[in-house]
């Protein structure tokens, strides 16, 4: 399974994909962070996203694309910038027929933690573990979308099988 992990923001827009099924090594393909300036108007960051996230989905054609759930945050300018960023990856997941996963902050840090209230450094450091990486992913909107992708894989797989075994014993 190849999985696209977003981790949604209109400064940086982190994005990984990441190789590999429940059980067996993983693989990152790509890590790394789409950028845009805040000066720049709205548009055309949001457009330089999407181009981004384009551009990954043509060269290494995910099977999923991860996208971390927007909840409520504090700051609504930053919420609106989180959820803008988001809705471009769904429209992209839409167009092409790609399978979308959302994944809750809490859910991914519990997946590969542990534990759900896992700071930002133990989840860069467990990635980093996880992947077999020489250096730890960054800025940590890359490892917050390797994080994402590494739930989808380990999770989200065990969710679709059990889906399926419960639409298969409903026929």
């Known amino acids: 399974m190849r999985v696209m992990g977003v981790d949604p923001g209109l400064?940086?827009?982190?994005?990984?994909i990441i190789d590999g099924a429940p059980g067996r090594t993983l693989s990152a393909m790509h890590i790394g962070v789409l950028v845009t300036?805040?000066?720049?108007?709205?548009?055309?960051?949001?457009?330089?996203?999407?181009?981004?996230?384009?551009?990954?989905?043509?060269?290494?054609?995910?099977?999923?694309?991860?996208i971390e759930r927007v909840f409520s945050q504090r700051n609504v300018r930053s919420a609106m910038g989180t959820a803008q960023a988001a809705?471009?990856?769904?429209?992209?997941?839409?167009?092409?027929?790609?399978t979308v996963a959302m994944h809750t902050p809490t859910e991914v840090k519990a997946a590969v933690t542990g534990s759900?209230?896992?700071?930002?450094v133990q989840v860069t450091a467990m990635v980093t573990r996880i992947l077999g990486l020489s250096e730890?992913?960054?800025?940590?909107?890359?490892?917050?979308?390797?994080?994402?992708?590494?739930?989808?894989i380990w999770r989200g797989s065990a969710q679709r099988r059990i889906a399926d075994a419960i639409a298969a014993g409903a026929r």
Do not use: F, S, W
Not at 11 to 16: D, H, L, N, P, S
Not at 136 to 152: G, L, W
């Open 11 to 16: 400064t940086r827009c982190g994005v990984a």
């Open 37 to 66: 300036a805040p000066a720049t108007p709205i548009e055309l960051r949001l457009a330089a996203i999407e181009r981004g996230i384009n551009d990954l989905v043509d060269q290494y054609g995910p099977d999923i694309i991860a």
């Open 87 to 98: 809705a471009i990856a769904l429209v992209i997941a839409g167009r092409r027929g790609i």
């Open 116 to 120: 759900g209230r896992a700071d930002k």
């Open 136 to 152: 730890a992913p960054k800025p940590a909107d890359a490892a917050d979308a390797v994080a994402i992708a590494v739930c989808q």
